[in-house]
Nanobody, 120 residues
Framework: QVQLVESGGGFQQPGGSLRLSCAAS????????WAWYRQAPGKQRELVAS???????NYGDSVRGRVDITLHRAENILYLQMNDLKPEDTAVYYC??????????????WGQGTQVTVSS
């Protein structure tokens, strides 16, 4: 079992910045991939950014160039730095991890989400 706790969401004006954090606990040794997703009202959940086992990073088209995903492995904390925020970034942001142990995929875990609201 892995527990994820997100923080750092809130209200920001367009053009502003926010940094989200996701702290993992429990069987963190089994985590091999981390990601941020978001879900806006009435829309499907979408990938914002991810970092894999080899530290390869991937960004969603709608945020590429405005966000940076950073993983502090020693602390088991994932960050998402978001800059030049736009109203369309308004969503609940979720942290997700994929786990692998004993030679097999063991499933994914999701945090409870943190609300980001961008408005003037």
């Amino acid at each position: 079992q892995v527990q994820l706790v997100e923080s750092g969401g809130g209200f920001q004006q367009p053009g502003g910045s926010l940094r989200l954090s996701c702290a993992a606990s429990g069987e963190v040794f089994s985590i091999y991939a981390w990601a941020w997703y978001r879900q806006a009202p009435g829309k499907q959940r979408e990938l914002v950014a991810s970092v894999g086992a080899m530290d390869e990073k991937n960004y969603g088209d709608s945020v590429r160039g405005r966000v940076d995903i950073t993983l502090h492995r020693a602390e088991n904390i994932l960050y998402l730095q978001m800059n030049d925020l736009k109203p369309e970034d308004t969503a609940v942001y979720y942290c997700k991890v994929d786990t692998y142990s004993a030679g097999a995929y063991r499933g994914d875990y999701w945090g409870q989400g943190t609300q980001v609201t961008v408005s003037s």
